[in-house]
């Protein structure tokens, strides 16, 4: 069973970047569609961005299109969320989260694997 462990969260003004690692263990990377998701304060788990199990077939969340780029290291088995042009709307609790399918889906119930999770936080 595949660990996640997700690092690289912080504070971050408006209009600033942040990457998201997610490291994993206990099996190749190569194996899961890996995505990446958010929650906020009173509000359900979101789809942000996936990515296929070789890459380079990506889905993103309509508005992070253009500023978030997920990208994959199968050698080094991590994941990564790059954040650009932050907005105060994208503070949350990101997750990154993996799943033993050949294609992309974005529900968090078609997940079976989830890291810890790391804060994002945008201030104006």
């Known amino acids: 069973q595949v660990q996640l462990v997700e690092s690289g969260g912080g504070l971050v003004q408006t209009g600033g970047s942040l990457r998201l690692s997610c490291t994993a263990s206990g099996g190749p990377l190569s194996n899961y569609v890996m995505g990446w998701f958010r929650q906020a304060p009173g509000k359900e788990r979101e789809f942000v961005a996936a990515?296929?199990?070789?890459?380079?077939?990506?889905t993103y969340k309509d508005s992070v299109k253009g500023r978030f780029t997920i990208f994959r290291d199968n050698a080094n088995n991590t994941v990564y969320l790059q954040m650009n042009s932050l907005r105060p709307e994208d503070t949350a609790i990101y997750f990154c989260?993996?799943?033993?399918?050949?294609?992309?889906?974005?529900?968090?119930?078609?997940?079976?694997?989830w890291g810890q999770g790391t804060q994002v936080t945008v201030s104006v």
């Open positions: 990515v296929g199990r070789t890459g380079p077939g990506t």
């Open positions: 989260a993996g799943m033993n399918k050949r294609i992309i889906f974005i529900k968090p119930t078609d997940y079976q694997y």
